[in-house]
């Protein structure tokens, strides 16, 4: 009479494991035919043009006022993105100098944004060392700034948006020369997501 009870329940739990193995694998290949037609491409930034007015440093503070124009580029074919929360600051010497942040926006497919923020510090206190390297290089005609941009960004493919993503993008060195309204030489960011 227990026969069948024991023989069928070895057999329930080879059905649940190969049933469960078969989701896996679809669930694998799913992912891998998503990607495979999707194949996003990685984001890409440049500084573009950087100019600097009312560059003053008195009593170890900094005013200045940054125009940055930055590019925002997204290669792919089938990814938008929407950039909920973006901020862009200005640093030297992995010091802090300033910072803004940009009106929040949606990026198509193949779409270059341009972004024109201003960013002014605001008599930033400055570390010694930093006050110093920074009325040298002023003196000598050229500061190299790093323009940092942070987002919190959302990808839509199709009709799927994924989860938020934070985005840094590193652009350094931009290299701003005084008297200003110099050429500019174009700066490629690292950007990580
Ligand atoms: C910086 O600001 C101080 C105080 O406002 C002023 O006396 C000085 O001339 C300014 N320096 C430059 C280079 O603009
Ligand atoms: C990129 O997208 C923005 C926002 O939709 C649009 O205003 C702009 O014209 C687009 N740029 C290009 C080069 O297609
Ligand atoms: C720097 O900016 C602050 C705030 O706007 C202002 O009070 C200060 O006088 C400025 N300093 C210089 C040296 O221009």
Known sequence: MAQPARASRPSIIRCVAVT??????????????????????PLEYTVDDTRVHGFNI??????????????????NHHVSVYYDD????????????????????YQPRRNVTT????????????????????????????????VRV?????????AVKTRHYTLKAYCSPVLVRFPSAQEFEKVYCDVDI
């Open 20 to 41: 469960g193995l078969a989701l896996i694998v679809l669930l694998g290949l799913a992912v891998l035919i998503f990607w495979l037609a999707v194949r996003p491409k």
């Open 58 to 75: 008195t009593d170890h503070a900094l005013n200045a006022t940054f125009d940055l124009t930055l590019r925002s580029y997204n290669r």
């Open 86 to 105: 973006v901020e862009a600051t200005v640093w030297y010497d992995e010091q802090l100098l300033a910072g803004a942040e940009v009106a929040p926006f």
């Open 115 to 146: 972004l024109d923020v201003r960013v002014a510090a605001r008599a930033a206190p400055l570390l010694s060392s930093v006050e110093k390297s920074l009325k040298r290089e002023r003196s000598g005609g050229g500061v190299a700034f790093e």
């Open 150 to 158: 942070w987002a919190r960004i959302r990808l839509k493919v199709g």
